[in-house]
């Protein structure tokens, strides 16, 4: 028996990316499927979110963020650019957003085509390990695609003559992620029960060791 849980992520999150190695395992070591479930970061679906939210939240999220990806072995820096545009001076958001939305259509988009996990581990040490700036520039992006056995300048041309249905599926994501019991990322919902945030992955898996996933 095949042992699939649901991962609702975002190409914001430095915990989505932090936990990305942890899930390849997962199914790599386990009789388990991980049905990947991108969504839009919550800057972007609820806007006000921060902009209300006390400073202390974002100073904390910075130092958190780096010193999680260092107890995990994972070089990390706040993305240059940013996938979500954002004045920092203010914490608001303009409406249009020149990265996310592609970026999470083709996420969706490799997902339906079975190379969900890969693509989203591919593309976020792209925009979140620091090794390049610009991971929008150049090939950069290309690049880390074909590493998933993905082809971008095909996936772009179908992302975008397909816009209003993936659009649609990532908004079923979203309200998907809420039913499964929280809206932030990574969340992983395994037969009904949600796990939010990379330092619960212990508990997933020692979860779906108890309800029997047998090792590989």
């Avoid at 609820?46 to 202390?56: G, K, R, V, W």
């Avoid at 979140?128 to 772009?156: I, R, T, Y």
Wanted: a negative charge; glycine letters at 6%.
């Amino acid at each position: 028996m095949t042992h699939t849980l649901d991962l609702y992520w975002s190409f914001r999150s430095p915990y989505s990316y932090i936990v990305m190695p942890r899930l390849l395992e997962l199914e790599r070591n386990f009789d388990a499927r991980v049905n990947v479930r991108p969504v839009l970061p919550i800057a972007v679906r609820q806007p006000e979110f921060f902009a209300n939210s006390d400073p202390l939240w974002f100073s904390y999220l910075f130092r958190d963020s780096v010193r999680s990806a260092e107890f995990a072995g994972m070089p990390l820096r706040w993305p240059r650019p940013d996938p979500v545009a954002m004045d920092f001076a203010t914490r608001t958001y303009p409406k249009e957003q020149p990265h996310i939305h592609r970026l999470t259509r083709l996420g969706q988009l490799a997902a339906e085509r079975g190379h969900g996990l890969a693509v989203l581990r591919a593309v976020s040490h792209l925009i979140w390990s620091g090794e390049v700036d610009g991971w929008n520039e150049g090939d950069h992006l290309a690049l880390a695609l074909a590493k998933a056995g993905c082809d971008l300048a095909e996936m772009d041309a179908a992302q975008q003559a397909e816009a209003a249905r993936l659009d649609a599926a990532i908004a079923q994501n979203e309200a998907d992620q809420r039913t499964g019991g929280h809206y932030g990322v990574p969340l992983m919902v395994y037969d009904g029960e949600p796990f939010f945030g990379q330092d619960r992955y212990d508990q997933l898996v020692w979860r779906m060791q108890q309800k029997g996933m047998a090792a590989r």
